[in-house]
C-alpha cells in the first residue's frame, strides 16, 4: 500500500497547485520537496534535512545534520553529538532510528554509510561505519568478525572492539572480570585463536583475541604468514603480528579497496596494501621484496612509528610521478624525500588556495599549491624551488622535531 499511498499524496499536491491557479510553477521545489498553496500563497513542504528557501527551492539544512561534525550537542539539529572516547570531535546522530535507510551521512564528500544500531535498550544511534562497508546485521555476538562494520554487525549487548575502523582483529565483544568470562567467545575467522579478558585504554576489560605472534621480518611466521602491523589494545603501540587475511603475499600488486571487503583472493596476506604493493614489516632493505624499500610508517592517531615495505617510489620533481599521482614529502629515516603519492585533492601545483579549504594535488602552502621540487624549473614560471621546514611530531617549537624539505614557494 505504501507506494499507493505516497501517489496520492502526490497527486493532492499537483491538486492544489492546479486548482490555485497556477500558482506552483512546474518544477517548483523539486526535487526534494513538493509545492504547496497556503494563506500566503506557494511555498515548499520539503523533505527531511531540507527547508524552504526563497524561490520556491528546498535547501539542503545548515550544519548540524547527520553525519555533520560537531564537538558538543548544540552543534546538531537533533541535539545529539556522537564521539568515540577520547576525541575531541564527533559527528551529528540521531536517537530515534528504526532502520538503517533512516540513517544518511549528510558530510559533504564522506563516503561513510551511517546505520542503526541498538546501543541501549529501546535506545538506538545512526553511528558511521568504514568506507567501503554495508551495514551488519546486528546479531554478532562475542568472537563475530566486525571489521569494517563496527557496532551494526553485534547483538544488543555487544561492542565491536578493534585497534582501527578496518583492524582485521576486530571483534563483537562484552565486558568481562576475569578469563572464564570469555568462555563462550569464539573469533569467527579463525576459532582456534584464544579470546581472553584483556584490559583496554580507558582500564576497562573486554574479552578479545589475546594470542598475538610477533615478528620483526616474515622470516618469523609460519609458511603462508605476513609479518603484518599490529596495534596493542591501548593504541600506544605498533609492533610486527604474524598474519594471513588475504592470498596475495608481500610484493603483490594491489588495490587497497580490495581490502575494505571480504574478497580473501584479491586482498594482501598482511592486509596492508601500500603504494599500490602489499607490504609487510621489516628492518632493513633486504627483508622487503624485489624494488620495495623499507621505511618508516606513522599513523597520525598512534604515536609510534614501525618499519615497512613500500614500493620505490622516489621523486626528484613531479615528472618523476605517473598520471594520478604527485612527488609529495614524505618522511623517510629521518629525512624528508620526495615520494610519488596518489593525489590529495583536485587543485595542481600552483593553483591558488586556502589552508582553510585546502583542496591541493599536495598541500597549500600561504595561497599557493605546492610539491616537492629539486630545481626553480619543476615549478611554474612565478614560483621558486625553496626549502622550508617541517614539524614531524609533537611539540613544534622543537627544532629537532623539525625537518627541511624543498618545495615549489612563492606568491
Excluded at 572516547?85 to 554509510?113: F, K, M, Q, V, W
Excluded at 561505519?129 to 551495514?135: K, S
Excluded at 603501540?237 to 571487503?261: A, K, Q, W, Y
Amino acid at each position: 500500500m505504501k507506494p499507493i499511498l505516497t501517489w496520492i499524496a502526490l497527486g493532492l499536491i499537483v491538486g492544489a497547485c492546479s486548482e490555485s491557479g497556477g500558482l506552483c510553477p512546474k518544477g517548483a521545489c523539486e526535487p526534494n520537496g513538493g509545492c504547496v498553496v497556503g494563506s500566503n500563497g506557494p511555498t515548499c513542504d520539503c523533505n527531511e534535512f531540507y527547508i524552504p528557501c526563497p524561490g520556491l527551492i528546498c535547501c539542503p539544512k545548515e550544519t548540524g545534520e547527520l553525519g555533520d561534525p560537531c564537538t558538543d550537542d548544540a552543534d546538531c539539529s537533533s541535539g545529539r553529538c556522537w564521539k568515540d572516547p577520547g576525541d575531541a570531535e564527533g559527528y551529528c546522530t540521531t536517537t530515534n532510528c528504526t532502520i538503517d535507510s533512516e540513517c544518511i551521512n549528510h558530510l559533504i564528500g564522506n563516503n561513510r554509510e551511517m546505520c542503526c544500531v541498538e546501543v541501549d535498550e529501546d535506545y538506538r544511534l545512526c553511528l558511521k561505519i568504514a568506507e567501503g562497508y554495508e551495514c551488519g546485521d546486528g546479531t554478532g555476538t562475542c568472537g563475530t568478525s566486525c571489521t569494517g562494520t563496527g557496532d551494526s554487525a553485534c547483538d544488543f549487548g555487544h561492542r565491536c572492539l578493534g585497534s582501527s575502523d578496518t583492524d582485521p582483529k576486530a571483534i563483537c565483544s562484552t565486558s568481562c572480570t576475569t578469563t572464564a568470562d570469555c568462555a563462550a567467545c569464539e573469533w569467527s575467522e579463525n576459532p582456534d585463536t584464544s579470546i581472553d579478558c584483556i584490559t583496554i585504554s580507558g582500564g576497562d576489560s573486554y574479552c578479545w583475541l589475546d594470542h598475538v605472534e610477533r615478528c620483526t621480518t616474515g622470516r618469523d611466521c609460519p609458511e603462508g604468514f605476513t609479518c603484518s602491523i599490529g596495534i596493542s589494545a591501548d593504541m600506544t603501540e605498533l609492533f610486527g603480528e604474524c598474519m594471513n587475511v588475504g592470498t596475495l603475499p608481500p610484493g603483490s600488486e594491489c588495490n587497497i579497496e580490495n581490502d575494505l571487503h571480504d574478497l580473501h583472493e584479491e586482498r594482501c596476506s598482511g592486509f596492508y596494501c601500500l603504494g599500490g604493493r602489499c607490504s609487510e614489516v621489516c628492518v632493513v632493505d633486504p627483508d622487503c621484496p624485489e624494488g620495495m624499500l623499507c621505511e618508516v610508517l606513522r599513523f597520525s592517531d598512534i604515536d609510534d612509528t614501525i618499519n615497512v615495505c613500500l614500493g620505490d617510489k622516489t621523486c626528484d620533481d613531479p615528472t618523476d610521478c605517473d598520471r594520478g599521482e604527485s612527488c609529495q614529502p614524505t618522511f623517510f629515516r629521518d629525512e624528508l624525500i620526495g615520494w610519488c603519492s596518489e593525489n590529495a585533492g583536485r587543485d595542481p601545483l600552483g593553483s591558488a588556495c586556502n589552508e582553510e579549504t585546502d583542496t591541493c594535488e599536495v598541500f597549500c602552502i600561504d595561497t599557493r599549491c605546492t610539491e616537492w621540487c629539486s630545481l626553480n624549473e619543476d615549478c611554474p614560471e612565478d614560483m621558486r624551488c625553496g626549502t622550508i621546514d617541517f614539524c614531524i611530531t609533537e611539540p613544534c617549537d622543537d627544532p629537532e622535531n623539525m625537518a627541511a624539505a624543498t618545495v615549489c614557494t612563492g606568491p
